[in-house]
Nanobody, 122 residues
Framework: QVQLVESGGGLVQAGGSLRLSCAASGRTSSNYNMGWFRQAPGKEREFVAAIHLSGTITVYTDSVKGRFTISRDNAKNTVYLQMNTLKPEDTAVYYC???????????????WGRGTLVTVSS
């Protein structure tokens, strides 16, 4: 089992920044690829970003490219999502996920956190 706990969400004005953290415990989290998903009110959960277990490969959904950066510190078993130039449409609950594969579908992750709410005001 891998336990994931997100933190860092909150209320921010449009154009502002937040950094989300996902602390992993349990089975060695460094053996897992890590990702972030988000779910806005009334919408399905969607993929945001992912990072390979090596830390050398990242992927982003188009709407956040150039604004969000995913990183990981395997020594601290923590994954980060730096979010800059936030927009009201980024408002959502952000979930951390861990998976052994590189298939980022919301119904296919091995482990999920409980989420942290990000609200961007206009």
């Amino acid at each position: 089992q891998v336990q994931l706990v997100e933190s860092g969400g909150g209320l921010v004005q449009a154009g502002g920044s937040l950094r989300l953290s996902c602390a992993a415990s349990g089975r060695t989290s460094s053996n897992y690829n890590m990702g972030w998903f988000r779910q806005a009110p009334g919408k399905e959960r969607e993929f945001v970003a992912a990072i390979h277990l090596s830390g050398t490969i990242t992927v982003y959904t188009d709407s956040v490219k150039g604004r969000f950066t995913i990183s990981r510190d395997n020594a601290k078993n923590t994954v980060y999502l730096q979010m800059n130039t936030l927009k009201p449409e980024d408002t959502a609950v952000y979930y951390c996920a861990a998976d052994r594969t590189w298939t980022w579908k919301s119904d296919g992750m091995d482990y999920w956190g409980r989420g942290t709410l990000v609200t961007v005001s206009s």
